[in-house]
């Protein structure tokens, strides 16, 4: 084991692959800049080449289809975005050639890319700096779609998305980066579709992904000095879902609250609550409640984001009243984020 | 082999037998569809035969092809399975994507058809990354990558060619230009209707070409095909041909008033296969021996529908497999 943060796991990750399969690139905006998206391609261009690793035109489109064809072609392209809001732009080349090409072709041809994009949540990035687009890309079959929470993950579902013979995205969060963590020695690739139960607890369970699976871990601490005892399961990976472990928490604690990281409305959640009431129905006690950014756009000013995302402390709070509890007369400064910017 | 051979003449034969063969093969998908065994859209490229044909013989076996919707032409080109086609259009079993792509995705990936799409200009990025693959895998292929008029009002593909040529890449863009993106006019799309030099900024060299004319596409995409293995700048190749068949179904439309009203007669005057056939004649082939390949072509137009008829249809449990490949 050695302790990184989770730029550096994914930076290890990125160098193992690209050891062990020469057919491993990376390509993406700034991908080779001084900035390295955050550590995670540092040092990478001088150890492996810049034919291996290397800046894009800003065509996010074409640049798509580009590492599909290299794809296609025999090549393992990691394409990087340093802000999922541009996924937007790669949507046609990803539902339509990229999660369709297996199925068109019969069966008879795949597409092993793997899209890293990164949540930019934070501060102040507002409307067009800060989405997670996980739904769209859960509701088109045909793309695996991952969450990593911790270092760990982000190494081990990197090393799995990379070895993929599939379209995979990782959609990373900014405010994870400086998380650390215990990682193998040797990167180690984690199997996909295996949800993680962050915390065991009897009383609710909260599914919870990314940097609202951190949220609800600082949620529970609190819950706990308070007498509730949280479970939280982390999905990690949205497609394919591990609805067993949702489902097993749920026998276990009877009430289900799902803290989305992005809208609710067709939503994680919505897949996430609908599988509870189709397949847990008779374990539930309570109605499943959901959280997730206000329906609106994402505002700059300061005091109308913080009301805009859910946190620590309104998990905390639609705990309490899910139990038909107070919330506690209690100061809970742990419950804030101290993340400054610029980006 | 012709016994008059002159220089060309083995390929001006071979080209006539392709040009033929997607006719043929289309007249039938013609026929055939007032008895609704082919349920799905259509798009066909008789008239513009002259453009697969030349393209498809100027490349190697091991060279790569990505298309559009309107794809048989381009898929017999180069060497796809009659019988795998027809079996396609017919959503059988046999077909050359197991019945779930039909005519508008057709694929044939030992001949180097990577595929087809339904997305205007959607696979020009994904030729442009196949050709990347080429050339750092440092493999011979070229890619060639056709289109119609329509796709170069897509943003890809300026975005495509400004990256193959910053790259430099072993790629080959193929414009067939027909006339009409559906029914809408070049001129009333482009201010530039020169769509060969649409690019020029970006550094992407075009010329237009006679693209009725089989021995002119094949002679000058034999050069740019050269020059691509050779490591030269991507190139655009824009040959002007005509639709004789509406955009989508087995009709014509010539009456209507998208159409020019000179349309049927250049059609008829510029016909490729004819224009062919008179050279052939010309050389010395006799009228008999050129219905003695329209015979033998028939034959297997006869055989690949039959054996199409004759396929299962999937079984329901394939309906949801070849979702995801299975990981190594």
Known sequence: MKRLNYGQAINAALAHAMEK????????????????VFVTTKGLRDRFGRKRVFDTPISEAAMTGIAIGAALGGMKPVHVHIRADFLYLTMDQLFNNAAKWRSMSGGRASVPLVVRAVIGRSWGQGAQHSQNPQSLFMHVPGIKVVMPTTPADAQGLLL??????????????????????????????????????????????????????????????????????????????????????????????????????????????????????????????APVRRLGMQPVTCPVSKPLESAFYPGAKTIAAEAFSMLGRPFPDASAPELTSAFKGPF | MLKTAGKGADEDLALYRLMLKIRLAEERIVAIYPTDKIQSPIHLSIGQEAVAAGVCMALAAGDHIHGTYRGHGIYIAKGGDLGRM??????????????????????????????????VAGLIPVATGDALAARMQGSSRVVCSFFGDGAVDEGVFFESVNFAVLKGLPIV??????????????????????????????????????GND?????????????????????????????????????????????????????????????KMAARLKRRGLSAGRLEAVAAEIRRDVDRAVAFAEESPFPPIERLHADLYAESR
Not at chain 2, 99 to 118: F, N, P, R, T, Y
């Open chain 1, 21 to 36: 399969d020469p057919s491993v690139f990376i390509m993406g905006i700034g991908v080779d800049d001084h900035k390295a």
């Open chain 1, 160 to 285: 799995a998305a990379i070895e993929d013979p599939n379209p995979v995205l990782i959609l990373e969060h900014r405010l994870l980066y400086d998380i650390v963590g215990d990682v193998p020695a040797l990167p180690v690739a984690v199997p996909l579709g295996r949800a993680v139960v962050r915390r065991e607890g009897s009383d609710l369970t909260i599914v919870a992904g990314s940097h609202m699976a951190m949220e609800s871990l600082k949620a529970a601490e609190f819950l706990a000095r308070h007498g509730v005892q949280a479970e939280i399961v982390d999905p990690v990976s949205l497609v394919p879902l591990d609805r067993a472990a949702i489902l097993r928490s749920i026998a276990k604690t009877g009430r289900l609250l799902v803290v989305d990281s992005s809208w609710t409305c067709c939503g994680a959640s919505a897949e996430i609550a609908a599988i509870a009431a189709g397949e847990g129905f008779a374990s539930l006690t």
């Open chain 2, 86 to 119: 027809f079996a396609e259009l017919y959503g059988k079993d046999a077909g050359c994507a197991g019945g779930k792509g039909g005519s508008m995705h057709l694929a044939a990936q030992s001949v180097g058809l990577v595929g087809c799409s339904a997305i």
């Open chain 2, 173 to 210: 863009y193929v414009c067939e230009n027909n006339g009409y993106a559906i029914h809408s006019r070049v001129a009333d799309r482009h201010k530039q209707d020169k769509l060969f030099r649409l690019a020029e900024g970006l550094g992407l060299r075009g010329r237009r070409y006679d």
């Open chain 2, 214 to 274: 089989a021995r002119t596409v094949f002679k000058t995409m034999s050069r740019a095909v050269a020059a691509a293995r050779r490591g030269a700048a991507p190139v655009l190749l824009e040959y002007m041909t005509s639709r004789w068949h509406e955009h989508v179904g087995p009709g014509t439309d010539f009456q209507e008033a998208y159409r020019h009203p000179k349309d049927r007669a250049n059609a008829a005057k510029n016909d490729p296969i004819r």
